[in-house]
């Protein structure tokens, strides 16, 4: 089975913000773990609709323009129950300051520092993309938590 789902990067000046999960009986993410705001596509839902959706949910922050940075079709993550296809987007144009959720709480971290960050090691990939300004397909392939193998499908 697949989930489609989005993630976003809002960025401001030379930060990024992150949602650090901290969700009860979670069995999707690690606790501590920091990643991008966003979730599951809901049947019928456009891609950038539920992009925006999600920020706004789990921030409160509402986005008015997203840029979209690439797909990664996530194998064997978390339970191994399903797959995720992820379409990842940055944004710039949003209004709103984030308040912490049942989600987890926000942090806006330097580019610069990402590197020490609690990041599943796949992300380090495409964030490393994301700052170099590329567009990506990845295709990465997990045994929980732990990355395995990865490949670069499409790099423009």
Do not use: C
Not at 56 to 66: D, F, N, P, Q, R
């Amino acid at each position: 089975m697949k989930k489609q789902t989005t993630g976003v990067y809002l960025l401001q000046d030379d930060k990024i913000l992150f949602l650090i999960r901290n969700k009860k009986n979670d069995t999707m993410h690690q606790t501590g773990v920091y990643l991008p705001i966003g979730g599951h596509i809901k049947l019928g839902e456009g891609i950038e609709d539920a992009a925006k959706r999600e920020v706004k949910e789990e921030s409160g922050i509402t986005v008015h323009e997203l840029d979209l940075k690439g797909i990664v079709y996530i194998r064997n993550q978390n339970t191994g129950d399903y797959d995720v296809i992820m379409f990842l987007f940055t944004a710039t144009n949003f209004t709103g300051e984030p308040v912490d959720g049942r989600e987890g709480k926000f942090q806006w971290v330097h580019k610069d520092t990402i590197g020490d960050l609690n990041i599943y090691e796949g992300d380090r990939i495409f964030l490393d993309l994301l700052q170099k300004n590329k567009f990506f397909v990845l295709d990465f392939l997990y045994d929980k938590f732990k990355l395995v193998n990865h490949t670069i499908l499409k790099l423009i």
